[in-house]
T-cell receptor, first 115, second 112 residues
Framework: GAVVSQHPSWVICKSGTSVKIECRSL??????MFWYRQFPKQSLMLMAT?????????EQGVEKDKFLINHASLTLSTLTVTSAHPEDSSFYIC???????????FGQGTRLTVV | GDSVTQMEGPVTLSEEAFLTINCTYT??????LFWYVQYPGEGLQLLLK?????DKGSNKGFEATYRKETTSFHLEKGSVQVSDSAVYFC???????????FGKGTSLLVTP
């Protein structure tokens, strides 16, 4: 299957700093990527839909100024958590589809810990 | 709106036991259905899928059949192994432009 690579796999940052998470489609072009957040022992919550060359679409309740998404190329989307606080600590996962396929491929996730 | 409901866990089974994880869905149209598996500290891996009614998805001994009449997509495996211990997510998607809707996940622990 297609490969989605997410980096870093884990990061620890100080409160008030910003953290950037990258999501790359390695062997295909992804016009749309999705960002999810997962709390411990819970399901995935869709945060936003990232569209190449245009603004991301955020889900209700997700602060777009705090979670900046950039999808500047067909193989890269980034999520920047700005002015991170301990409550932003979570597992963030991206996914992408190949063309018009219904199957979604997921990155390995990023464990963010804000101290 | 579209949603997925799956059985609460955790589920604990002995090795070689039969596994069923129930999943039902609510959708306005005809979604594609998926089972994903997540191992500790990792992202999600597609386990199997079905794109239309009566389709059966299968992989690694796991099976699920898309039942439109009961709006269900139950996951089954005849003989589980310790290595099957993970969290299993049922999900649906209405089309390729939309994100997946996930169930809450079911944790499976298989003991020797």
């Amino acid at each position: 299957g297609a490969v989605v690579s997410q980096h870093p796999s884990w990061v620890i940052c100080k409160s008030g700093t910003s953290v950037k998470i990258e999501c790359r489609s390695l062997d295909f072009q992804a016009t749309t990527m999705f960002w999810y957040r997962q709390f411990p022992k819970q399901s995935l919550m869709l945060m936003a839909t990232s569209n190449e060359g245009s603004k991301a679409t955020y889900e209700q309740g997700v602060e777009k100024d705090k979670f900046l998404i950039n999808h500047a190329s067909l193989t890269l989307s980034t999520l920047t958590v700005t002015s991170a606080h301990p409550e932003d600590s979570s597992f963030y996962i991206c996914s992408a589809r190949v063309g018009q396929g219904v199957e979604a491929f997921f990155g390995q996730g990023t464990r963010l810990t804000v101290v | 709106g579209d949603s997925v409901t799956q059985m609460e866990g955790p589920v604990t089974l002995s090795e070689e036991a039969f596994l069923t994880i129930n999943c039902t869905y609510t959708a306005t149209g005809y979604p594609s259905l998926f089972w994903y598996v997540q191992y500790p500290g990792e992202g999600l891996q597609l386990l199997l899928k079905a794109t239309k009614a009566d389709d059966k998805g299968s992989n690694k001994g796991f099976e699920a059949t898309y039942r439109k009449e009961t709006t269900s997509f139950h996951l089954e495996k005849g003989s589980v192994q310790v290595s099957d211990s993970a969290v299993y997510f049922c999900a649906l998607s209405m089309s390729s432009g939309y994100a997946l809707n996930f169930g809450k996940g079911t944790s499976l622990l298989v003991t020797p």
